[in-house]
């Protein structure tokens, strides 16, 4: 296991050496999100009864936090090695393929909830967001976060150059998390966008996650659960693939 926790060391590294612009940019630019909307929709807008809508808006974006860092963070991570060739040295090591992928799939989880945990801990000054049941807090986190990690790893390997990978982020990452139901309760979407909604993976991960605070939810924490679960096994099942046929990384 040396090999493993000297990549996942390295990955650690990566991105804690740079924290100000990996760690602090995101939290800051996440409140940035709050106090928009604090200011426009405060008093207009009351999704759960007693339920301020800059409380219930409080778990989605640490959700958001921890899902986008984790993907940035492997994705840059598996691209950067690919453009600088480094990549060689680790595929010719003497670690699994497995061991590669969990290795930055951890580093990945890691900074994904330093930062949805930054993005707490300030607004928990300001507000009071009640915690119902941490559990469905931490599984929805870890398990969202390590989604939204294998998906790096896929879009780095993918990836020949930074704007394809930011082709893959734009029209992929970031629209499913915006219409995942951070901002709203699906309940107050037309029928229609209600069932689209339903077919988004990112959906689940929010409304489990804010479910963790609040006790209530647009779906059955349960069945987000279980579809999250299955998406991040599929995932990570395509990950290990791609680094075991050695897609775009061995030429």
């Not at 595929?91 to 989880?109: G, H, N």
């Not at 689940?204 to 059955?220: P, Q, V």
Request: with cysteine.
């Amino acid at each position: 296991m040396t090999g493993f926790f000297t990549l996942l060391y390295k990955e650690l590294l990566r991105f804690w050496k740079v924290g100000f612009q990996t760690i602090l940019a995101p939290i800051v630019s996440t409140l940035l999100y709050l106090l928009i909307f604090l200011h426009v929709l405060e008093s207009h807008v009351e999704v759960y009864q007693g339920v301020s809508y800059t409380v219930f808006l409080i778990p989605g974006l640490v959700m958001m936090a921890v899902m986008q860092n984790a993907f940035a963070n492997a994705s840059s991570s598996m691209i950067q090695s690919k453009i600088s060739g480094n990549i060689v040295f680790v595929l010719l090591s003497p670690l699994t393929y497995r061991d590669i992928f969990f290795a930055y799939i951890l580093a990945s989880v890691v900074r994904g909830l330093l930062v949805g945990a930054g993005v707490y801990l300030v607004t928990a000054l300001f507000f009071d967001t009640p915690t119902y049941w941490p559990l469905w807090i931490w599984i929805f986190a870890i398990l969202g976060s390590g989604l939204l990690g294998a998906l790096g790893v896929i879009a780095g390997i993918w990836a020949d150059k930074f704007d394809q990978l930011a082709a893959f982020q734009n029209f992929i990452i970031i629209p499913l998390t915006f219409l995942s139901g951070v901002f709203y309760s699906i309940h107050s979407l037309p029928p229609v966008w209600q069932f689209l909604s339903h077919l988004n993976p990112f959906f689940y991960m929010i409304d489990g996650f804010r479910y963790g605070f609040f006790g209530a939810s647009d779906s059955s924490p349960y069945l987000s659960l279980c579809i999250v679960t299955a998406c991040f096994a599929a995932i990570s099942l395509l990950a290990i693939q791609m680094l075991r046929s050695g897609y775009k990384l061995r030429h």
